[in-house]
């Protein structure tokens, strides 16, 4: 079983985890919270991959071999989702920055910055949902292993549940927080409140799941 191949083009994963801490800890806007979700739930994604690395194949486990080997491609292949969002993230929000530094002295000025802030605001507010559903997807799949997988490496599924918890409910606080700048008509200034409470309850739940198997395993 191998795990996709790492792309190009991903700036913050190419940081040693010195220097990605460091640009977290400065005055420097991006990366912030929403792109940390993310890449919280890369590693989310990770740590699964790697639960499934030591159960696929291991005397022992032969009965679960073939779910382990398909959780765990579809562990990379959300791993990768994950820090393309992480960019995406820092890219929104700098497009958000980037419009609410436009002039504001006329009407006509004013008006074209709030547009400006508002168009910006959609992607700032549709990639968090989108880390959201993906960390979801990773719980989930840290909850699929933590029963079945080998137990030296239960405890990293249990880590994998709490990152990809972390993730999804950080990922909620950047959209509710953009929602409020978002175009009028978009569907999300109605909707978003259900879609978060929603997701959020999903999230409670698949972590609980997770956790009490972990818990189970790791007892005796």
């Known amino acids: 079983m191998s795990s996709p191949a790492q792309p190009s083009g991903h700036p913050l ?4 985890v010195r220097d990605l801490t460091e640009r977290l800890a400065s005055r420097a806007p991006t990366p912030g ?3 940390a979700s993310a890449l919280g739930g890369a590693l989310a994604a990770a740590l699964v991959e790697m639960v499934c690395e030591l159960t696929a194949g291991r005397a022992g486990y032969d009965a679960v071999d073939p779910i ?7 562990a990379g292949e959300l791993r990768l989702a994950l820090l393309d969002a992480a960019e995406e993230d820092a890219a929104a929000y700098d497009r958000v920055a980037e419009a609410r530094r436009l002039p504001r002295e006329s009407d006509e000025e004013r008006a074209a910055r709030m547009a400006a802030i508002a168009e910006a605001s959609v992607a700032a507010t549709e990639v968090p949902l989108r880390v959201m559903r993906l960390a979801l997807d990773v719980l989930g799949l840290a909850a699929r292993m933590a029963p079945i997988g080998n137990r030296n490496a239960i405890s990293d599924a249990g880590v994998a549940a709490l990152f990809a918890a972390a993730a999804a ?5 950047n959209v509710a927080i953009n ?3 978002l175009p009028q008509e978009h569907p999300l200034r109605a909707e978003g409140a ?18 009490a198997a972990v818990r189970q395993r790791t007892a005796g």
Request: no cysteine.
């Open 179 to 181: 929602i409020p700048a």
């Open 13 to 16: 994963a190419e940081l040693t």
């Open 169 to 173: 409910r950080g990922a909620a606080f």
């Open 68 to 74: 382990a080997r398909q959780i765990g491609t579809t």
């Open 194 to 211: 259900r879609k978060l409470a929603e997701l959020e309850a999903a999230v409670a739940a698949r972590e609980s799941e997770a956790l």
């Open 33 to 35: 919270g929403g792109s």
